[in-house]
């Protein structure tokens, strides 16, 4: 069965750090790029962070911010968000997509709440 599931989330402060994973079942990572999104209450679902399959390049929705790092352990069958210096507005649940073209989402994970409190 091909499935994503993302960990990691919880209740944070605002200024605190996070690592989301994403760990893949039933396919391999290896063959995908890979991507966060987040929803935030309220809003669309919005892209956080994309990293190629086989080499670490990665794009960012907010690049000048620095705060978000996307990386893939294929080994491990992963990929990882880690998120600096977090804010209130960065409260939304977090996605894990993977893509067999980029911007075009082929399975999805179910999802990881964050809570940022000021």
């Known amino acids: 069965q091909v499935q994503l599931a993302e960990s990691g989330g919880g209740l944070v402060q605002a200024g605190d750090s996070l690592r989301l994973s994403c760990t893949a079942s039933?396919?391999?990572?290896?063959?995908?790029?890979m991507a966060w999104f987040r929803q935030a209450p309220g809003k669309e679902r919005e892209f956080v962070a994309r990293?190629?399959?086989?080499?670490?390049?990665?794009y960012y929705a907010t690049p000048e911010e620095g705060r978000f790092t996307v990386s893939r352990d294929n080994a491990e069958n992963a990929v990882y968000l880690r998120i600096n210096s977090l804010r209130p507005e960065d409260t939304a649940v977090y996605y894990c997509a993977a893509e067999r073209v980029a911007g075009s989402q082929t399975f999805w994970g179910q999802g990881t709440q964050v809570t940022v409190s000021s």
């Open positions: 039933g396919f391999s990572l290896s063959t995908y790029i």
């Open positions: 990293i190629m399959k086989t080499v670490p390049i990665a």
